[in-house]
């Protein structure tokens, strides 16, 4: 199947970038309807644009409340014929209004942590003055709480001790230009499973036999050809 999808950017768009290159690439089934945000400066848009994406943003301030900014997220959403939605640096948590008009399985985010550990908006620089020694990303269905859903994929790097935020978070950040178009293909082919807040990826390599290494970093379940 083909993943219609909206992604939803607040910032720069690094990730919605990862995922128009691979569609357009062809390794990820998917057709972006929309590309929306709550931030009409975003940097997202511009590579929406670029890409000829329809496109949607208003400042969320300028709603009375949360439930009406996500109202008309959703109006745009169906208009747009998308039926999954992308969180891509979208800074906002979802109100379970809009939550409820998808399948569990149908709201995807990614994070610069590995969670549990630093939820919210600062992961990489909050693990960084942690002084953890691995930080790295995850890719997760969306619930009512922050950085909460079943994890779909994680990939770790190294931290060094005494770098920021930033220098941890640009490492992190290459390794989500790749965990979350996987994520997505592997959703788009219908191969994740939930059960619970364990999700199952049909077909993936055992990381019990195969080696979830990708460079110099390890992701589980691992990558696959194109990612
Ligand atoms: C990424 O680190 C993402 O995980 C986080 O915010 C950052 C946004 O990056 N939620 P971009 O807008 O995709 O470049």
Not at 126 to 142: I, P, Q
Request: glycine residues 12%; aromatic residues 6%.
């Amino acid at each position: 199947m083909t993943l219609d999808l909206a992604v939803v950017v607040s910032g720069g768009g690094s990730n919605l970038q990862s995922i128009i290159d691979r569609a357009e690439q062809g390794v990820l089934d998917a057709r972006i309807r929309l590309v929306l945000s709550n931030n009409p400066e975003a940097g997202g848009l511009e590579r929406a644009r670029r890409h000829g994406l329809p496109l949607a943003a208003k400042a969320h301030q300028d709603f009375p409340s949360r439930l009406a900014f996500d109202q008309w997220m959703l109006e745009r959403i169906r208009e747009a014929g998308a039926a999954t939605v992308a969180l891509a640096g979208y800074m906002r948590l979802l109100t379970p209004e809009f939550l409820s008009a998808f399948g569990p399985d149908q709201v995807v985010n990614i994070h610069p942590a590995l969670l549990p550990s630093f939820p919210g908006v600062h992961g990489q620089g909050d693990a960084a003055a942690y002084g953890v020694k691995l930080s790295g990303c995850t890719v997760h269905f969306v619930d009512e709480k922050m950085d909460h859903g079943p994890v779909i994929v994680q990939a770790a790097v190294p931290a060094v001790p005494g770098e920021d935020g930033a220098s941890l978070g640009a490492r992190i950040l290459e390794l989500e230009h790749r965990i979350y178009p996987q994520a997505l293909q592997w959703l788009a082919r219908g191969r994740l499973r939930l059960e619970g807040r364990h999700v199952h990826v049909s077909g993936a390599g055992d990381p019990a036999t195969a080696a979830p290494v990708t460079g110099a970093y390890l992701v589980n379940p691992p990558l696959e050809m194109g990612f």
